[in-house]
């Protein structure tokens, strides 16, 4: 599918402020300075979409810089794109990233992972400061180790994660618990804010590093 048919056949289920993802299969390889020169209209379709429906769009991509391909992430917040985020532990052939990025949008602060960077626990900083929900961007079919990781983020965290798979749609539960599963080309959630906080401590704990002579 691409991005017409996605409005043609989807778009009256969309309501304000809902936040949608779609998957790179729809934008495909997506040369960013041709985007950004105009001399392509991916991204102003989808800003005005975005903007016309009072939406969030989270857009999953190979995004091409010359002969450089990176597996990324868009987010679009009501016809304003917020940024681009990069996987910073990419498969062969793609690109690294070295940034991990937040968005703020009309919704709140959302995290995103692409693919494997959900399964490395030093890249969740940004999870515990405020974000609202978090989201994992994969183009594989559903994956046990992606899966396990998003449920621990989750329980960590207090927060809900959905992780999209080429195949299937996970909603995670604030206590890393699996929600539901959805397969098919359009699934909805509802996403309640997550108000579960970790357990304060009120003493002050030690950390001691031991080792043997």
Not at 27 to 33: A, Y
Not at 173 to 197: E, Q, W
Request: proline share 3%.
């Amino acid at each position: 599918m691409d991005f017409d048919e996605v409005i043609e056949d989807y778009g009256a289920l969309i309501s304000p402020n809902d936040t949608v993802i779609l998957s790179r299969e729809i934008t495909g390889i997506v040369d960013l300075p041709a985007e950004y020169d105009g001399e392509s209209h991916i991204f102003r379709d989808m800003m005005t979409f975005s903007k016309d429906k009072s939406i969030t769009l989270i857009v999953s991509m190979r995004a091409k810089i010359g002969e450089r391909l990176f597996n990324s992430a868009m987010v679009v917040d009501k016809g304003k794109v917020l940024g681009v985020s990069d996987e910073i532990f990419p498969l062969k052939g793609y690109e690294r990233g070295n940034v991990v990025r937040s968005y703020l949008t009309g919704r709140g602060k959302v995290c995103l992972f692409v693919d494997t960077d959900i399964c490395y626990p030093q890249l969740w900083k940004g999870c515990f400061s405020g974000c609202r929900y978090i989201f994992s961007l994969n183009s594989v079919p559903l994956n046990r180790e992606r899966i396990a990781s998003a449920k621990t983020l989750a329980n960590a965290s207090g927060k809900h994660v959905l992780a999209q798979f080429c195949d299937a749609i996970v909603c995670i539960s604030p206590y890393g618990k699996i929600d539901s599963v959805k397969f098919g080309r359009m699934s909805a959630f509802y996403l309640p804010l997550s108000l579960t906080k970790g357990r304060l401590i009120d003493r002050k704990i030690k950390f001691v590093e031991e080792c043997g002579d």
